[in-house]
């Protein structure tokens, strides 16, 4: 496993000396930033507890009560006797302590919701210039397990999903699959339960089908069409899952 850089370049002196009398949750601010700068692999062991303590000038406890809030938060792994270890990448880091900190109410999720409509839309789009054959093919795939699992639901919510991150992945876009990965990894408390109805199924498999025969015909403006009109439904079955949790 890479072990923390313990030179003196930039990563070491971003960790600055934390202001007098801060709680242990500023020197988790601190290590924060360091994490998700995306410049650590996952895997990465951190310093020790008396070397982060020495570096920002704070108490061992301190140190060890920040080390404690990130493993509850998913974002490092403590080993008695090891060491801590980075769990995992940017993107598998960023949904968890994103959704800590929001714990997601209903006028944030409302916002996500806009916002994974616009970026879908626009990915529909790219893919119907951009997606292979290959990839147009694994996304027929998709879909036909979407129609073979109308009568199991979570199989039904895992060939969604893989369907769409298909479609993403395909754009050479990785900022767009990050962010979609993102919101949606926000969203899926909610998403796994926003389609359950047979009726519901079957109207999401053919939006679906509607967005892949477009791109599969390399129709950009119609592509986008049809994952707006999906977008639509979709969002609002959600909304409603969202507003009776939250009610």
């Known amino acids: ?6 030179d003196t370049g930039d990563l070491a002196r971003r960790l600055v000396r934390v ?25 990465t062991r951190l310093p020790p507890e008396r070397q982060l303590a020495t570096t920002l000038e704070v108490g061992r406890s301190a140190v ?7 493993e509850v938060l998913g974002v490092v792994d403590v080993r008695p006797g090891s060491g801590t270890y ?6 598998e880091l960023l949904p968890q302590t ?17 916002v994974r409509g616009a970026l879908e839309i626009y990915s529909a789009r790219l ?20 129609r073979a699992s109308a009568d199991d639901p979570p199989a039904f919510v895992d060939a969604d999903l893989a369907f ?6 395909s754009v050479d876009n990785t900022v767009l699959l990050d962010l979609l990965q993102i919101i949606r990894s926000l969203l899926r408390v909610w998403a796994d339960r926003a389609v359950e109805d047979p009726t519901e199924i079957s109207r999401a498999v053919e939006e679906h089908a509607a967005v892949h025969d477009a791109i599969a015909a390399r129709d950009g403006d119609r592509a986008a069409s ?4 999906h977008m639509l439904t979709a969002g609002r079955r959600l909304a409603a899952t969202v507003a009776a949790d939250t009610a």
């Open 127 to 146: 893919a119907a210039e951009r997606m292979p054959e290959d990839a147009v093919a694994r996304l027929g795939a998709h879909l036909a397990r979407m």
């Open 164 to 169: 769409h991150h298909e479609l993403a992945a």
């Open 226 to 229: 049809a994952m707006a009109a």
């Open 98 to 114: 994103l959704s800590w900190g929001m714990l997601i109410g209903r006028r944030s999720t409302t916002e996500l919701i806009e």
């Open 64 to 70: 060890r009560e920040a080390l404690t809030a990130l």
């Open 86 to 91: 980075l769990r995992g990448s940017l993107s």
């Open 1 to 6: 496993m890479p072990a923390f850089p313990d």
């Open 19 to 43: 202001p007098e009398g801060s709680p242990a949750a500023v020197v988790a601010a601190r290590l924060l930033d360091l994490i998700t700068s995306g410049e650590l692999a996952a895997g």
